[in-house]
């Protein structure tokens, strides 16, 4: 499991490319048949992904996280960017398709994960959070998940939001996780932007292609900086920072907060005149 510490907003000013992308970048969520986890000092949070190719059990390291299974203090969502596949849940399989979703409670002992078609591996893109009360593991269909539009094509900026777990839907202790989607022709999502002095943040892009990317701004208001980013690779956001992002054609990405609480809407909004 890579550790991730925290960044001053003041050291992260004078990063280079190369400094912001190794603190705030995580790639290669999705080499076949093994985890990627990577564990945040923002909030604790761990970002992972996994591509089985054949079952796997999930594995950490227990001295990262002071306990030999992953959720005995933690809850974990996860959303499914691939092919048809199975999550097995203390021996419970869930059959989770494009989009589909789980929610999965404080306590769960034994995670497994497989594809259901070799030619068409699953991929499991998941954040963790700490948890302190046990909530019912759930399944959101991507039919199910709750919808919202926002934008317009004259701003560049059409998109649906989709709520999977969130107060009103799968309830969980502190974790809030969904998607938004952009039209095509649509390339701006989160401008204006804003911070969360509550809670950070992580994005996950996918559905683009190899030769298209996503310019993902970050850092103070008054001291911006950018991240190129690529299909499947995503983004930590610290409550500092803004998170705004800009492609070379329409995408898709997953967000997950965590931190003092779940209000959707509870967040700083930093007008356009501010933006440096």
Known sequence: MEIRNAVHPDHAAIFDTEELREHFLIQGLFEPNRFKLVYSYYDRLIVGGVCPTSELTIDIDEKVIGSPYLLDRRELGLINVGGPGVVKVDGDPVDLGFKDGLYIGMGARELIFSSSEQDNPA???????????SYPNAVIALKDAEP??????????QRTIRKYIH???????????????????????????????????????????????????MGEPTETRHIV??????????????????????????????????TFTDMDAVSMDVLK
Request: charged share 15%; net charge negative; aromatic share 12%.
């Open 123 to 133: 991929k499991f893109y998941l954040n963790c959070a700490p948890a302190h009360t």
């Open 229 to 262: 980013v690529r299909n499947e690779e995503s983004v930590l956001s610290p409550s500092w920072s803004i998170h705004a992002g800009a492609g070379t054609g329409n995408y898709t990405f997953i967000w997950g907060m965590i931190g003092e609480n779940q």
């Open 148 to 157: 919202t539009e926002l934008g317009s094509m004259e701003q560049s900026n």
């Open 167 to 217: 107060p009103d839907g799968a309830k969980s202790c502190q974790l809030v996780m969904g998607m938004t989607t952009l039209e095509p022709g649509s390339v701006w999502n989160t401008m204006p932007v804003h911070t969360h002095q509550r809670r950070m943040e992580a994005y996950f892009y996918f559905g683009m292609p190899e030769d298209q990317v996503v310019f993902h701004f």
